[in-house]
Each structure stands twice: as C-alpha cells, then as structure tokens.
C-alpha cells in the first residue's frame, strides 16, 4: 500500500495551470462585463448629448421662431398703425384744413387785394405726428412742449420696441394714363394725354433716350412712345392718332414676342403695367413713370393735373404741364420754340417746384405770377436772385394752364406705411380715394369712412 505516494511534477503543473485558466477565465469575464459596461456607458452619454443637443437645437429655433413670429406680428400691427394715424390725417386735412384755408385765403385775398397763394398740407407733417406716438417718451415731451400740451400724464403714447414710419403723397399731381382709356375711349381726353405725354418727354435733355436702341433693340420716338401707352388702356384696336384720319389698326405684335401676351386694351391695374407697353423699357420707366398715375381725380374728369398735390422731384413735370399749356394742338409744331429751351424753363420751374414743397399753390395764378415776372419772385438773399433778374419771363394765361392743370383740394393719397421689430421689416402701401364708392362700409358711419380715403389698393410686403 502506497498512502503516501509522492506528488508528481506532472500532476502539480497540471494543477497550476487548471488555477490560471480559471484564474484566466475568471479575468476575461472580468474584462468581458467591464467592456460591456464601458460599452452602454459610451453610448448612454452619446444617446444624451445628441438629446441634449438636439434639444438645445430645438429650443433655439424655436424660441427664433417665436422670436420672429413676434416681430412679424409686432411690425404688421406698427405698420397698420402708422396707415391709421395717416388716415385720420388725410380726413383732417380734407375736412377741416381745406374749408378753413379756402374761406381765410378768400378773407385775405379780398383784404389784401392779391392771391397769396399758399395752402397747408398736414399730412406733409405725418412724421413728427408718427414720432408723438411712437418716439422715446423725450420725443414725445419734445413734440407736445412744441404744441403746448403736457403729455407726461397720458398713456399709450410711445412703444418700448419697434419703430414705424409713413409716407404720404398725393396721385392727383400726376399724370393720369388711364384718361380716356377704358371699354368707351374718349378722343378728345385722349387728346389730353397724348398732348401731356408729348410735353413732358419734349425735353431736348431726353433726346439721347430717343437717340439710341432701347433694352429691346429697337429705336422709338416720342410719338410712338406715347400713342402706345395710350393704345394699351383703349378697348379699340385702333391705333391713336391725333389726326383721326390718318389712324390705321393697332400693330404691337405683343403675341409675337419670345413671351407672348396679349394687349390689356384697358385701364391700367398699376403704373408698373406700362413696363408691358411696346417701346417702355427700364431707361423710360425710370424718366418718366414716376409722373403716371392710374386713378383719375380731376373734378371735371378732363385728365388735368392738380398742382396743389404735387410732390418730390416735380420740376420736370412742371415743365411738361408749361410746355403741354402752350401748345393746344399736338399735330402742330410749336410756333414759339423757344418754349422747348430747357435753360429758360428749368430754372423757373425749379423755383415753383420748391414753392410747391414749401407752401404748394393756393391758385393756378400763383404760379402764372412766377412764370410771367421771374425777376420779382425770388428773395435777394438766394443764390439763384442774379440768374433770376437775367430771365425772361414766359407768358402764359390761366386760361392756357386751365387747360392741362388746375389746383383743388386732393382726392387720390398713396401711403407707404411700414413698421419695424427686431429683424422683420413691414411695408403696406395703400391707395385711397376719399371720393371712391364705398361699397362695403364696416361701421354705420360710412361717410366718416369714406373722408379719411375708400381703399382702391392694399398690398403688403
Ligand atoms: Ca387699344
């Protein structure tokens, strides 16, 4: 019997490596569960920073969005604020101001025994009256120290954010394109607006307008020019013609060009519209446009000018409206042609046209005075006084000047209105007439509605 029989190096080997491997796997499992610790830990953390971040993310843009609907909102309302305050001018100005000016003009005219000729227009002062309700509360106090009230104690005058401006000018001072025109064309009034359209581009200052191709590759001349857009707003398809005999049928082909469309033959929608007219191209649009309108005002309905609203940069209308005054008959050329020297008519209308920006015209003989004694209507102070006494003066009657203008209360106002928060910017431009058919009136007041302007055009952007 062998109790104790020696162990063997065999056995004891065998026995230490049965010890690592276990010792072995024990580890690897070890290291296996940490790795799948380290595993969900890395992708717990990357699965919540991309929440997180997203999150974040979200927040931010939407809290933008909020931002920006908010000034949207905000920019809108100052927007329609500013139309407001404009409206409620415009409704001052036609029923109070007008009376009253015209009743003291006619006091002092009878007292003084000459036409003063001047006029108020308030709604020239929309800006300061914008600035009392939208300003800092020191543009407030400075405005109503200016008019003499107290407003420290009145609320709602102010606003913490935003700004909101408007601009108010008047159509009646324009030319209005859509005279005669419509589904029953009127020759004698299209008479009117050719003779209008002829005289304001006579200047020989545009004669390189008419000297070069336009954007189209073609040449036009004035006659072409004119009688197109006059053509464009006539339900006939008969060319115009100053001389009714000589007119054949309107050829403007404007179905036969890389974009095709059709004439509108009659009123136009807008003053862009005429950008469709053939021979318009960007140069004329940009010499000329500004002095189109599309809404009629003339009470006589006789595409007549009302200088009492005209506006901005208005001496080279003045200088048509001259020029259309004193030549009566288109067909005709001019027996004085020293009437289309711009170095004699420039200057003189230059001063009415500054004039009519600071007190405008109370009559048309206020602006015949001008015309007819240039000498005596300037100040000895002004730098143009030497140039002036040089001059010689143009005779023209009122009856002549009747003719193309007149000078009346005003009927057709554009506001541009727009208002500012934050980043939006807001602008709505809107056309009223203050003698349009209202034919939904949204009070029961309606011809309170209709003094401060029916609304003939709305467009925001
Ligand atoms: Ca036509």
Request: include cysteine; charged fraction near 20%; charge should be negative.
């Amino acid at each position: 019997m062998n109790a104790h029989r020696p162990v063997t190096s065999t056995a004891r080997s065998a026995g230490w490596r049965a010890i690592l491997l276990a010792r072995f796997r024990a580890r690897r499992e070890r290291d296996r569960q940490s790795g799948v610790a380290f595993l969900i830990t890395i992708s717990s953390l990357s699965l919540l920073i991309a929440l997180v971040s997203q999150f974040t993310y979200g927040t931010t843009v939407d809290a933008a969005q909020a931002a920006n609907a908010r000034d949207e909102v905000r920019a809108h309302y100052l927007a329609r604020s500013a139309l407001s305050l404009s409206r409620l001018l415009i409704k001052i100005q036609l029923k109070f101001v007008e009376p009253i000016m015209k009743s003291a003009l006619d006091m002092l005219n009878s007292q003084a025994g000459q036409d003063l000729g001047i006029s108020l227009r308030v709604t020239d002062y929309i800006g300061p009256v914008l600035g009392f309700f939208s300003g800092s509360k020191m543009e407030t106090a400075l405005l109503s120290g200016l008019i003499g009230i107290d407003a420290s104690e009145a609320t709602g005058l102010g606003i913490p954010t935003g700004h909101m401006d408007a601009e108010i000018t008047n159509e009646d001072g324009k030319i209005d394109i859509n005279c005669g025109g419509g589904m029953a064309p009127d020759r004698s009034r299209q008479i009117k607006v050719f003779r209008l359209l002829q005289a304001l581009m006579a200047s020989p200052r545009y004669n390189w307008l008419f000297e070069q191709r336009n954007a189209e590759g073609q040449f036009v001349d004035r006659v072409d020019l004119a009688r197109a857009i006059i053509d464009w707003a006539d339900a006939d398809e008969q060319a115009f013609a100053v001389d009714a005999n000589s007119s054949g049928p309107e050829d403007y082909r404007y179905d036969q060009r890389d974009d095709p469309y059709q004439a509108h033959n009659n009123y136009y929608d807008t003053v862009d519209e005429t950008n469709l007219v053939r021979g318009m191209d960007p140069d004329y649009a940009e010499a000329f446009a500004s002095n189109f309108t599309v809404y009629a005002s003339d009470p006589l309905q006789n595409c007549r000018v009302n200088l009492a609203s005209v506006k901005g940069d208005c001496t080279p209308l003045i200088v048509g409206l001259v020029r259309a005054a004193l030549f009566p008959d288109p067909s005709k050329p001019p027996t004085d042609l020293s009437i289309l020297d711009d170095n004699r008519l420039y200057p003189l209308a230059s001063i009415l046209c500054e004039r009519s920006q600071a007190v405008g015209f109370g009559s048309l003989d206020a602006l015949i005075g001008v015309l007819n004694n240039p000498a005596a209507s300037i100040a000895r102070d002004d730098p143009r006084y030497q140039l002036m006494q040089n001059l010689t003066g143009i005779t023209i009657t009122t009856k002549q000047l009747q003719d193309v203008a007149y000078v009346g209360p005003p009927r057709v106002y554009r506001v541009v209105a727009t208002g500012e928060s934050g980043k939006v910017k807001k602008r709505i431009i809107v056309i009223l007439d203050s003698q349009g058919f209202l034919a939904n009136p949204v009070t029961n007041n309606p011809l309170g509605e209709q003094a401060s302007g029916v609304v003939q055009y709305w467009r925001e952007e």
